[in-house]
Structures are given as structure tokens and as C-alpha cells.
């Protein structure tokens, strides 16, 4: 029997009060908790945030064990039962909207709505699902052979990231924040929760009943597509297309993204 998953780290941006609810905010690839401090700011006066380093992530270590989402919504959970929460709305983005879904899922009970921004359910395709795990591993030896910094310049250049590269400032704090990151981590998180390895939560989708709000960039026609999809799926989801941002919505677009989920925090 493996141990339980112990605490991730977390960071919180202000003391929380006790009037507000609280929101579980969850990273993408390559990023870490600091990533939504913005967020908190311009939520002081509507909820609580605590966002959550995931596993190889900021301060948060891999496991000795291989990464998995089961695994690491178990380390979310526990994250969240340390921190003496009884309730809380948890909103993921990218990789994190595929932990937070996984963490929805597998019904915790303090869940009380979902957030998923710029997130996939996965591939039901086999076909797709080999190729993506090829490509993940590609990518990954490029990575150990080359270094982040080659890493970080051939991954920000996917068609995915097109709208942030259009933005020099945000796309150089990106890789400044990230040209730390060691290799053999990122390498280790890339195929380990690759989307071609992770099971599709497709078929799962129309049990999910908690409220919940799907998020996307008109910039990221991909994404786009995978959130009308997931609201199709899903029976009591809304869902917003921000104009004016494309993947990293909180990052490119922060003041509607923060309206549009205040709103939603407060049951608009």
C-alpha cells in the first residue's frame, strides 16, 4: 500500500477572510503557484486564493513514484484537508484544469464548483493518443539534450502559444520565470502526464454535476472547440470565450478573466 500524498505547497496572498469564499487556483506546465497572485489581487474584495504548486512544480518535489492525475488530485486533496478547508471552488488551467477535473471526478467532497480554463477532458483516439505520447517524448529528449532554454524558446513557438508571442512582454516574464526549471523535471512531468498517456475523461463527463464554469481564449481556435465540446458534455456548465486572449487567458486578458470569475464566484 503506498503512503498517503503529503501536502503540496501553497501560497496565499492575503490573510483570508473568513466572509469570502475561498478559490483553489492549479497551474499549467511549466508554471507554479506565483502564476495567479495577479488573480488574487483583483479578487481582494471576492474570494479567498490560495494557489497550489503541483508535483515538480515551484516548491512542491516530484514523488519517488510516477505521476499520474489520480495521483496528483490525491495531493490536491490533501493539500486542501491541511489547510482546514471545508469548502472551496477549485479552478485549473491547461494541465491544471486537467488535475482540477480529475480532482471533480473523483468527488471530493469540498469541491463545491469547477473552473477549468483553457483544459481538455483528453484523447478518447488511440491514434491521437500515440501520437501525442510520441511527440511528448520527442520533446522531452530535445529537452535533456538541449536544455530549457532551447526547450522554453521551441516550446512557446506551438501555434498553442501564437497570441502570447504576439505579446513580447508577457512572453519574455514567461521564460525569464521558467529558465530555472531543470530539465530532467520538466522532462520527467512532460511524458509522465503527457495527454497521450492520461486516460480521457470524455465518457465521465455528463455524471459531473457541480457547478461549473469552462473558460477559453477566441485566440486559441483549439481550445475553442475542446471547451464548446466539454460544455456540450457537461450538464450544468456555463462557458465563457474571452475575445481578446488566446490559451493563458488569466495571463493575457486578466481584468475580464478576473470579472467574468468573480462573477461566477459570487452565483451570477
Not at 16 to 42: E, I, Q, R, Y
Not at 74 to 99: E, I, N, P, Q
Not at 127 to 150: F, S
Request: charged share 10%; glycine share 6%; proline share 10%.
Amino acid at each position: 500500500m503506498q503512503p498517503p500524498p503529503s501536502p503540496l505547497h501553497t501560497h496565499t496572498f492575503a490573510p483570508p477572510d473568513s466572509a469570502l469564499p475561498t478559490v483553489v487556483c492549479l497551474h499549467g506546465f511549466l508554471g507554479d503557484g506565483t502564476d495567479w497572485s495577479p488573480l488574487a489581487a483583483a479578487l481582494a474584495t471576492t474570494a479567498n486564493v490560495v494557489a497550489i504548486d503541483l508535483p515538480g512544480h515551484g516548491h512542491s518535489p516530484l514523488p519517488p513514484t510516477p505521476l499520474s492525475l489520480a495521483a496528483a488530485a490525491a495531493a490536491v486533496d490533501a493539500t486542501v484537508r491541511a489547510l482546514g478547508l471545508s469548502t472551496a471552488s477549485l479552478l485549473g488551467y491547461s494541465m491544471g484544469g486537467r488535475v482540477a477535473l480529475a480532482a471533480a471526478l473523483a468527488r471530493l467532497p469540498w469541491i463545491d464548483a469547477l473552473i477549468l480554463e483553457s483544459a481538455s477532458p483528453g484523447l478518447a483516439d488511440p491514434a491521437a493518443r500515440a501520437a501525442r505520447r510520441a511527440h511528448d517524448d520527442a520533446i522531452a529528449a530535445h529537452l535533456l539534450t538541449a536544455g530549457t532554454a532551447a526547450f522554453l524558446d521551441r516550446w512557446y513557438a506551438q501555434p498553442l502559444f501564437a497570441s502570447l508571442a504576439a505579446r513580447s512582454d508577457l512572453l519574455a516574464a514567461c521564460v525569464a520565470a521558467r529558465a530555472a526549471l531543470a530539465p530532467a523535471t520538466v522532462a520527467r512531468v512532460l511524458v509522465e502526464l503527457s495527454p497521450g498517456l492520461l486516460p480521457s475523461a470524455l465518457d465521465a463527463l455528463p455524471t459531473l454535476t457541480l457547478p461549473t464554469l469552462i473558460i477559453a481564449g477566441a485566440l486559441d481556435p483549439k481550445y475553442v472547440a475542446i471547451s464548446a465540446d466539454l460544455a456540450a458534455r457537461l450538464p450544468t456548465a456555463a462557458r465563457w470565450v474571452c475575445p481578446a486572449a488566446g490559451h493563458n487567458v488569466h495571463l493575457e486578458a486578466p481584468a475580464p478573466f478576473a470579472a467574468r470569475l468573480g462573477a461566477f464566484l459570487e452565483g451570477e
